[in-house]
């Protein structure tokens, strides 16, 4: 089975918990791996936090969900002001920082990891992941 | 989605009960209580996070910021009792070494601190 999502958002602080609902309910319809769900759960969040709060100009954005059964990709878009996509390809920030680990944790969770940003075209984040097994305890949605 | 807070007084620290899943909608609810907390001079934090389903990296960032605040103070923050969801995160990023973690709330709150850091 395989099925594709667009959802069409409000750039505001509820919709990324919103999102992270309906990709765990769309994760848990295919039954993938707990694991692997939490994982692009977590990417998911960061990629529409990074939105809400660096897509200044833009008042919606659109993700788009591309599950199967062995893998899933997701694409992220705004067409916001833009953020430093090559100062996000930095390594992790050190501990005693409060700030800057999203954009490290879609890279370290997921494969395949796009990012394109300028400030007059907007943004778009693209992952992947691939999964490494099905029937694992899907978390009820 | 909500997010609860409590907190009660144990023995020298307070534990800050967490349930529910933190992200940048719901981070500001635990951050007021934290300020609130080290406002009174609560600066021994033992967070208990076994009710935790979800946390990113804006939930990550409020319990650095409150190890910060607290080191300065000469005070501790502790982790306890993470779902595995969470523990992957600190992990992946790399606080599992910086924020203290431990099993059970109870190991959290009579931890001995090393003598010197």
Same mark, same amino acid.
């Given at each position: &089975?395989? &099925?594709?999502?667009?959802?069409?958002?409000?750039?505001?602080?509820?919709?990324?918990?919103?999102?992270?609902?309906?990709?765990?309910?769309?994760?848990?319809?295919?039954?993938?791996?707990?694991?692997?769900?939490?994982?692009?759960?977590?990417?998911?969040?960061?990629?529409?936090?990074?939105?809400?709060?660096?897509?200044?100009?833009?008042?919606?954005?659109?993700?788009?969900?591309?599950?199967?059964?062995?893998?899933?990709?997701?694409?992220?878009?705004?067409?916001?002001?833009?953020?430093?996509?090559?100062?996000?390809?930095?390594?992790?920030?050190?501990?005693?920082?409060?700030?800057?680990?999203?954009?490290?944790?879609?890279?370290?969770?997921?494969?395949?990891?796009? &990012?394109?940003?300028?400030?007059?075209?907007?943004?778009?984040?693209?992952?992947?992941?691939?999964?490494?097994?099905?029937?694992?305890?899907?978390?009820?949605? | 989605?909500?997010?609860?807070?409590?907190?009660?007084?144990?023995?020298?620290?307070?534990?800050?009960?967490?349930?529910?899943?933190?992200?940048?909608?719901?981070?500001?609810?635990?951050?007021?209580?934290?300020?609130?907390?080290?406002?009174?001079?609560?600066?021994?934090?033992?967070?208990?996070?076994?009710?935790?389903?979800?946390?990113?990296?804006?939930?990550?960032?409020?319990?650095?910021?409150?190890?910060?605040?607290?080191?300065?103070?000469?005070?501790?923050?502790?982790?306890?009792?993470?779902?595995?969801?969470?523990?992957?995160?600190?992990?992946?990023?790399?606080?599992?070494?910086?924020?203290?973690?431990?099993?059970?709330?109870?190991?959290?709150?009579?931890?001995?601190?090393?003598?010197?850091?």
């Amino acid at each position: &089975m395989r &099925m594709s999502v667009r959802l069409n958002l409000p750039r505001e602080v509820n919709s990324v918990p919103a999102v992270r609902r309906l990709l765990r309910c769309a994760l848990s319809l295919l039954h993938v791996d707990r694991q692997d769900g939490a994982d692009l759960e977590i990417a998911l969040t960061e990629a529409c936090a990074n939105v809400v709060k660096h897509a200044d100009g833009a008042d919606k954005f659109e993700v788009l969900l591309d599950v199967a059964d062995d893998g899933c990709a997701i694409e992220v878009v705004d067409q916001g002001s833009g953020f430093d996509a090559a100062a996000a390809s930095a390594a992790v920030a050190a501990p005693d920082h409060d700030r800057g680990r999203g954009l490290f944790l879609i890279r370290a969770l997921s494969d395949n990891v796009r &990012m394109d940003s300028s400030p007059r075209r907007g943004s778009l984040i693209h992952f992947e992941k691939r999964f490494t097994s099905v029937g694992g305890t899907a978390p009820a949605c | 989605m909500s997010l609860t807070v409590q907190t009660e007084q144990r023995a020298d620290v307070v534990v800050v009960s967490v349930a529910g899943e933190l992200d940048m909608a719901t981070a500001p609810r635990l951050q007021d209580q934290i300020t609130d907390l080290l406002e009174k001079g609560r600066t021994r934090l033992v967070f208990d996070l076994a009710e935790v389903s979800f946390c990113d990296s804006t939930g990550l960032s409020v319990f650095v910021r409150a190890k910060n605040s607290t080191d300065e103070a000469g005070g501790v923050v502790r982790l306890a009792a993470p779902q595995r969801g969470v523990l992957r995160i600190l992990e992946v990023s790399g606080l599992v070494e910086v924020l203290r973690t431990y099993p059970t709330v109870d190991e959290a709150v009579t931890a001995q601190e090393p003598a010197l850091d």
